[in-house]
């Protein structure tokens, strides 16, 4: 059983046949838009106060048929949201974020199905693939047209973490959300290192598979301190490197750091607490984690998290945040003086996990970095995406090698 079966499921029973926009929703689904990474997908609609109907997609084709067992995705809303939904993709993200669609257990399979659905042929569609680059396969989501921008997630987050920022720059930009190798739907290969330069290895190996010579970059969290890697060790491969509460080397004294020098990752590959007590401690760690984009993350976290290899993968990555060197030759501040692609921090003035105190250690190491303080936590670009996505697009759009520009907002 998946990680997500977990999330419990409350819908009434078909009652007679589908409502018109699901039919039309089916009907037009595109398998090139959504690389399922499965031979069949159960998707699940629910029609508030109707009832649900599955859609099953096997081998590229789509066919709706009663509820049954257990799906892979669940998608709920009025048949009035559902009217929307069918009429236009960007309303069914609008009324996603308004909290009138749900989407849980697999956000992946969700809006790759919404997005099979959209009836759109333009250029810079939403589309979902996955990539073979020379290591781990890569699953993706992408739109638009333009300079490439390359979004990576945090630490046990996934792409989906950044459908809001796909949608908010698609207009000025190709925007490209990746899942790391061991991470959402791409492969999670045991053993791998899943350090600083495990991770930026896989985003260049990622970049020649699509034939990008040159991209921007937008980390947050762990994704910031790879964008961060790949700036240092290929910056002719990158032009500009956004930063949302980036991850990096304590400064301070790490007591643990013998220890977990001894420790492997591979424990992970063991279950030692059982599955109903890491979704509650999940859960407490996150008060509103039963709710919009929260309770999609939690699920997509709980998703990779409740496999052995994604737990390891999860367990290798923390491991090497504590433990990357901060001074020295090859320490991580001593090399961040030397970074040549202009970057912009964003930090969040509530972030418990990333302080602002570290603000100053960037300004005093790298003073032509830009920095943007906002009034939010960790995850910027869902708990403010509304400034988060000006300041990106004023930065990503900036010419030449200066533009970069330091500035608080409220």
């Given at each position: 059983m998946s990680a997500a079966a977990s999330v419990p499921l409350r819908v009434r029973p078909s009652l007679g046949e589908p409502p018109r926009p699901l039919v039309e929703l089916v009907d037009r689904f595109d398998c090139e838009v959504f690389?399922?990474?499965?031979?069949?997908?159960?998707?699940?609609?629910?029609?508030?106060?109707?009832?649900?109907?599955?859609?099953?997609?096997?081998?590229?084709?789509?066919?709706?048929?009663a509820p049954a067992g257990t799906p892979d995705t669940l998608l709920s809303a009025t048949e009035a949201a559902w009217r929307r939904i069918a009429r236009d993709l960007r309303l069914a993200m609008d009324t996603y974020q308004a909290g009138r669609l749900r989407i849980r257990r697999n956000v992946h399979a969700g809006v790759g199905f919404l997005a099979a659905t959209s009836n759109d042929r333009e250029?810079?569609?939403?589309?979902?693939?996955?990539?073979?680059?020379?290591?781990?396969?890569?699953?993706?989501?992408?739109?638009?047209?333009?300079?490439?921008?390359?979004?990576?997630?945090?630490?046990?987050?996934?792409?989906?973490?950044?459908?809001?920022?796909?949608?908010a720059l698609a207009d000025d930009f190709r925007v490209i959300a990746v899942d790391l190798p061991g991470f959402g739907?791409?492969?999670?290969?045991?053993?791998?290192?899943?350090?600083?330069?495990?991770?930026?290895?896989?985003?260049?190996?990622?970049?020649?598979?699509?034939?990008?010579?040159?991209?921007?970059?937008?980390?947050?969290?762990?994704?910031?301190?790879?964008?961060?890697?790949?700036?240092?060790?290929?910056?002719?491969r990158v032009s500009r490197i956004g930063l949302l509460a980036p991850?990096?080397?304590?400064?301070?004294?790490?007591?643990?750091?013998?220890l977990l020098r001894l420790v492997r990752p591979e424990l992970g590959l063991l279950q030692l607490a059982p599955r109903p007590v890491v979704e509650r401690f999940v859960r407490w760690l996150i008060p509103d984690a039963d709710d919009g984009w929260a309770a999609a993350g939690v699920d997509e976290f709980l998703r990779a998290y409740l496999t052995r290899?994604?737990?390891?993968?999860?367990?290798?990555?923390?491991?090497?945040?504590?433990?990357?060197e901060p001074h020295g030759e090859r320490g991580f501040w001593t090399r961040l003086a030397t970074l040549k692609p202009p970057a912009l921090f964003v930090w969040g003035r509530h972030d418990r996990l990333v302080p602002l105190a570290f603000a100053?250690?960037?300004?005093?190491?790298?003073?032509?970095?830009?920095?943007?303080?906002?009034?939010?936590?960790?995850?910027?670009?869902?708990?403010l995406p509304g400034p988060t996505h000006t300041a990106l697009c004023d930065f990503f759009a900036a010419r030449g090698a200066g533009g970069v520009r330091t500035r608080l907002a409220g």
């Open positions: 690389d399922a990474r499965q031979r069949v997908t159960r998707v699940r609609l629910e029609v508030i106060d109707r009832g649900a109907w599955d859609v099953l997609i096997r081998e590229g084709v789509a066919s709706l048929t250029p810079g569609r939403l589309r979902f693939a996955s990539v073979a680059t020379r290591g781990p396969r890569l699953s993706l989501v992408e739109a638009g047209t333009g300079p490439t921008v390359l979004a990576i997630h945090g630490l046990g987050a996934t792409k989906s973490s950044f459908l809001s920022t796909v949608a739907d791409s492969d999670k290969p045991i053993g791998a290192a899943y350090d600083a330069r495990f991770f930026a290895e896989a985003v260049t190996d990622l970049l020649d598979a699509l034939e990008l010579d040159r991209v921007h970059l937008l980390g947050n969290s762990l994704g910031g301190r790879i964008a961060l890697e790949v700036g240092l060790s290929c910056p002719g991850s990096l080397a304590w400064r301070r004294g790490r007591p643990w750091q013998p290899s994604g737990r390891a993968a999860f367990y290798a990555a923390a491991r090497h945040i504590y433990l990357d100053r250690h960037v300004a005093e190491t790298l003073p032509r970095a830009g920095q943007l303080e906002l009034d939010c936590g960790h995850v910027p670009q869902i708990e």
